[in-house]
T-cell receptor
Framework: NAGVTQTPKFQVLKTGQSMTLQCAQD?????MSWYRQDPGMGLRLIHY???????DQGEVPNGYNVSRSTTEDFPLRLLSAAPSQTSVYFC??????????????????FGSGTRLTVV | KQEVTQIPAALSVPEGENLVLNCSFT??????LQWFRQDPGKGLTSLLL?????REQTSGRLNASLDKSSGRSTLYIAASQPGDSATYLC???????????FGEGTQLTVNP
């Protein structure tokens, strides 16, 4: 089925460990993004990418790294996990194009999420 | 900085009732606004997308309106059903920056 696939669904880390959350989409979307969702704070953008080889920071990028070597994949790396990074992480992708000098998005599709606990 | 607010934070209604969820945003320079549904432990599912040039969109029992000048959108759900129970989020895509800004959502419970 076409869509956004996230792995793993659940993960427990110890403080200081590193790991990579995987995200893959098969819709040939140029735009991909990572959000975290926390109670009382809603969804906050961590990093996003407008195409292979291009990434940029969102609202809360500290402690996370991303790269985009292919159109399909957009992994999120936690460099040294901290309890403050306990959250539910969502990957999303979208069609993207430029019009009148600005980027437009259409067809936002979310993955099912990764629930991460850092102890 | 764009801020999106959703009122109420939680709503409980009996089955069959018509209801309205509200979303307001601070910066009216938007390209589109989307309403999403999130079931517990699941990802987000897009319900309706309204372009900035549109006033409303309809899908089945759902109708979303947009008043860009006042920074408001409403999601109207007709004849609510227990299966409508979920959290509903609105998100705006602004003219500056390549991102969606989300509200915190309204948690809806429809009681049989």
């Amino acid at each position: 089925n076409a869509g956004v696939t996230q792995t793993p669904k659940f993960q427990v880390l110890k403080t200081g460990q590193s790991m990579t959350l995987q995200c893959a989409q098969d819709m040939n979307h140029e735009y991909m993004s990572w959000y975290r969702q926390d109670p009382g704070m809603g969804l906050r953008l961590i990093h996003y990418s407008v195409g292979a080889g291009i990434t940029d920071q969102g609202e809360v990028p500290n402690g996370y790294n991303v790269s985009r070597s292919t159109t399909e994949d957009f992994p999120l790396r936690l460099l040294s996990a901290a309890p403050s990074q306990t959250s539910v992480y969502f990957c999303a992708s979208s069609y993207s194009w430029f019009r009148q000098g600005a980027r437009r998005l259409y067809g936002y599709t979310f993955g099912s999420g990764t629930r991460l606990t850092v102890v | 900085k764009q801020e999106v607010t959703q009122i109420p934070a939680a709503l409980s209604v009996p089955e069959g009732e018509n209801l309205v969820l509200n979303c307001s945003f601070t910066d009216s320079a938007i390209y589109n606004l989307q309403w999403f549904r999130q079931d517990p432990g699941k990802g987000l599912t897009s319900l309706l997308l309204i372009q900035s040039s549109q006033r409303e969109q309809t899908s089945g029992r759902l109708n979303a309106s947009l008043d860009k000048s006042s920074g408001r959108s409403t999601l109207y759900i007709a004849a609510s059903q227990p299966g409508d129970s979920a959290t509903y989020l609105c998100a705006v895509f602004g003219t500056s920056g390549s991102r969606l800004t989300f509200g915190e959502g309204t948690q809806l419970t429809v009681n049989p």
